[in-house]
């Protein structure tokens, strides 16, 4: 009896003991992969994109300035007058400084005034501001618990007004990409916060999924270049350029909706109207000039790597943007003509599937709006002091835009 019960007690006493270890050794295995895991997710991202501290592509090469190249180019115009002349040179001039002050001004937070000269200034703020300004239905950010957060492998980079919005919502159709609805505006307003940071706001990618975002003002940003490529040089990039004019018309259309009072696109346009001089440092203006902003983000990526979309073109045939946005991703051709369908009410095209819908959804009212009438004398002055900058900014990417052929029936509609 004793023997069964010491037996006993010894069989009830051997299971619980390795029932201990056996639990024991699950739990250090356990914790043992998920710190493994951990690490994987952290470590990473950093190893593949932040490795590279390569030293800037220029620094060693001959690089004939756009500046020069834009003299001269520009004498080759003869209906490029001498005032218009002057103001295009001093804008090459100018915008540096106007770069420089728009830092300054972020940083310092100047006052505003009610003049039409303060308004350039204001106008900084406000722009500051509506970068953001995002259709709230779209902002939702559709992020699956699945897979790990990834630093973006593509850009879409600018332009404001472009079309970069229609752009994003196209893209994020694909099964394959994955982004955030929000502008993050790192590279530009947030970069202090730190590479986690921006990291934390993408949404969770699969492996083979692109992660993305779109912050138009990087493309006008002189810290943005040099970061990006810090972060990853070889990412894709991805501009929407418009007909700069048309363009600036979006652009003040956004401003003036939401401070009616200020001056007239015509007042703030010229510096001197009698003379002719257009005022470049004005911001709607100032980022029209692609070729020179392009021409900073040249110093750090090949063109191989930036791809221009035509965003005249994303509203006539999306669907042949989008075949060509998809070819430089490395994406199959998943978004195509099935995707879209034309809204007559719109006036534009819109999605029959969104990302994060079933149902057919346009963009919201704050894209497609109606432009105020413009004196067509302005926008044909303006057709001509773009000219030279359009020019360069064609040789430089290869593509032509035929933004010239739109002068006229621009100043057509204007008149009607
Ligand atoms: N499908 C579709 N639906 C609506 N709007 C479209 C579309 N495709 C391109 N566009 C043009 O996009 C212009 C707004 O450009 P962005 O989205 O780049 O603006 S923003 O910088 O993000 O504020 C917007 O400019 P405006 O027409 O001046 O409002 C549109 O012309």
Redesign the pocket.
Same mark, same amino acid.
């Given at each position: 009896m004793a023997f069964w019960s010491s037996t006993s007690v010894f069989t009830s006493k051997v299971p619980r003991k390795i029932l201990f270890m056996f639990t024991l050794s699950l739990s250090v295995t356990y914790l043992f992969y998920s710190l493994m895991s951990c690490y994987n997710s952290l470590q990473f991202p950093l190893q593949e994109n932040y490795v590279y501290q390569g030293r800037l592509v220029t620094e060693e090469t001959t690089f004939v300035t756009l500046r020069e190249k834009l003299y001269s180019a520009s004498q080759g115009f003869t209906e490029f007058t001498e005032a218009e002349r002057t103001t295009a040179v001093s804008a090459v001039k100018d915008h540096a400084e106007a770069e420089q002050r728009t830092v300054e001004w972020i940083r310092t937070q100047a006052s505003p005034t009610k003049s039409a000269a303060a308004y350039h200034t204001t106008a900084l703020e406000r722009e500051h501001q509506?970068?953001s300004? !995002?259709d709230s239905d779209l902002r939702v950010n559709c992020t699956s618990d699945y897979g790990e957060k990834k630093l973006p492998q593509a850009i879409i980079i600018g332009? $404001? $007004? #472009? /079309? !970069?919005?229609?752009l994003l919502e196209a893209l994020r159709v694909h099964p394959d990409v994955r982004a955030v609805g929000n502008e993050p505006h790192f590279f530009d307003r947030n970069y202090e916060k730190g590479l986690d940071w921006y990291r934390d706001l993408m949404p969770s990618t699969l492996e083979g999924q692109i992660t993305m975002e779109k912050t @138009?003002s990087y493309f006008v940003t002189n810290h943005a270049p040099k970061r990006i490529h810090s972060m990853a040089r070889d990412i894709k990039l991805i501009i929407?350029v418009r007909n700069p004019v048309t363009r600036a018309i979006?652009d003040y !259309?956004?401003t003036l909706s939401k401070k009616p009072e200020i001056p007239t696109f015509e007042v703030l346009a010229f510096k001197n109207r009698t003379l002719g001089l257009i005022d470049a440092s004005w911001s709607a203006l100032r980022i029209g000039i692609y070729a020179l902003h392009l021409e900073s983000w040249m110093q750090y990526f090949p063109l191989s790597q930036m791809h221009f979309v035509s #965003?005249e073109r &994303?509203?006539v045939d @999306?669907a042949g943007e989008m075949a060509k946005v998809q070819d430089f991703l490395g994406l199959k051709r998943i978004v195509t003509d099935k995707h879209f369908y034309f809204n007559k009410t $719109?006036g534009? @095209? +819109?999605l029959k599937k969104p990302e994060d819908s079933s149902t057919p959804r +346009? &963009?919201g009212k704050? $894209? /497609?709006?109606t432009?105020p009438k413009i004196d067509p004398d302005v926008i044909r002055r303006l057709h001509k002091f773009y000219k030279p900058f359009n020019m360069m900014f064609y040789q430089m990417t290869g593509q032509n835009f035929e933004w010239e052929l739109e002068e006229d029936s621009e100043s057509r509609s204007s008149q009607d």
């Open positions: 509506e970068f300004t !995002t332009v $404001k $007004k #472009g /079309g !970069t919005r229609a @138009p929407v979006s !259309t956004q #965003g &994303l509203i @999306p $719109k534009f @095209p +819109c +346009c &963009l704050s $894209k /497609g709006r432009h």
